[in-house]
């Protein structure tokens, strides 16, 4: 089983609707991330969790909101879903014991999102 | 503020020659380094990584990427690709150091081996 699961993998939904993208992992990781993938941009991170309380803005927030449910489990918000948002999203996980390395994240295999 | 750069969107190449992927990074603090491998239609996967020590870094699959801190480069290398190796290729630095960093990717490089 994979070790870092998102679900829908694929969704299409129309401009205003409510969407959520869910998280799981089960490397017993306590920082989790959700990341946006756009053709010739690379990754920029949305947001970040480095435990359960702990919840943080990242480079591009704006239209999306989050909740750290348990420490398995990290969840994306598009509160009202606008066309600019399709995109690939990923979902990754590091582990702060092995911070000193560097901090490698674990990334799930993707939802592609669309929104017309 | 840190980035990372990586020099070319796309580099195609026939089976079997030589390769190099270029990045360069910037940062006021100290950095490790990544390189990330996407193949089509999956997620992020770590290749290399370089934290201290050798400068020199080698994945299993033949990849190594020398970490120059002069050039401020962490370019990856392959002597011989194989059509397997067609993937998009992320660099990424984590300044350490200073107050919390986080993951910086550059915007990747697509890297297709021909026959």
């Known amino acids: 089983d994979a070790d870092v699961t998102q679900t829908p993998r694929n969704r299409i939904t129309k401009t205003g609707k409510r969407i959520m993208l869910e998280c799981s992992q089960t490397k017993g990781h306590d920082r989790m991330y959700w990341y946006r993938q756009d053709p010739g941009l690379g990754l920029r991170l949305i947001y970040y969790s480095f435990d359960v309380k702990d919840i943080n803005k990242g480079e591009i927030s704006d239209g999306y909101s989050v909740s750290r449910q348990a420490q398995a489990k990290f969840s994306l918000s598009l509160e009202s879903a606008i066309p600019n948002q399709t995109a690939l999203y990923f979902c990754?996980?590091?582990?702060?014991?092995?911070?000193?390395?560097?901090?490698?994240?674990?990334f799930g295999p993707g939802t592609r999102l669309t929104v017309l | 503020a840190q980035s990372v750069t990586q020099l070319d969107s796309q580099v195609p190449v026939f089976e079997e020659a030589p390769v190099e992927l270029r990045c360069n990074y910037s940062s006021s603090v100290s950095v490790y380094l990544f390189w990330y491998v996407q193949y089509p239609n999956q997620g992020l996967q770590l290749l290399l990584k370089?934290?201290?020590?050798?400068?020199l870094v080698k994945s299993i699959n033949g990849f190594e990427a020398e970490f120059n801190k002069s050039q401020t480069s962490f370019h990856l290398r392959k002597p011989s690709v194989h059509i397997s190796d067609t993937a998009e290729y992320f660099c990424?630095?984590?300044?350490?150091?200073?107050?919390?960093?986080?993951?910086?990717f550059g915007k990747g490089t697509k890297l297709s081996v021909k026959p």
């Open positions: 370089y934290l201290s020590g050798s400068t």
């Open positions: 990754a996980t590091s582990d702060r014991s092995t911070s000193g390395g560097g901090d490698t994240q674990y």
């Open positions: 990424a630095a984590f300044p350490y150091g200073g107050s919390q960093g986080n993951l910086i």
